[in-house]
């Protein structure tokens, strides 16, 4: 009779921390709030102006610092574009009436 080593690994691996990759919440507060700002900011009798016009500064703002965030990252970048335009242009319908009397 001969005797065979067993192979080098005959069970698999102990499971190790499982790491998340980072994720960019910029990119989502940026959507989430142009998305809300967009919608908000057509309603009339200046309710519009008052519920719509922080959340369509701010999506900007975050939109802005989503797209930084996702090139370092490399995650949510359709988020953050997504959430700057509709701010973006949310903020800019006020200037053409937006929010007040139709």
């Known amino acids: ?5 067993p192979p080098n ?5 102990a499971p ?11 990119a989502v507060a940026a959507f989430v709030l142009g998305l809300f ?4 900011t057509w309603i009339p009798f200046l309710i519009g102006l008052v519920l719509g016009g922080l959340p369509d500064v701010l999506a900007i703002v975050f939109g802005i ?20 335009v ?12 937006a929010g007040t009397v139709w």
């Open 37 to 40: 700002g967009f919608l908000v």
């Open 65 to 84: 610092c989503g797209i930084v965030r996702a090139n370092r990252v490399h995650r949510g970048m359709g988020l953050a574009v997504t959430g700057l």
């Open 9 to 13: 690994q005959p069970y698999a691996p």
């Open 86 to 97: 509709l701010g973006g242009l949310a903020f800019l319908s006020i200037f053409v009436g």
């Open 1 to 5: 009779m001969t005797y065979q080593q």
């Open 16 to 26: 190790g921390y499982v790491v998340q990759p980072a994720g960019n919440g910029f």
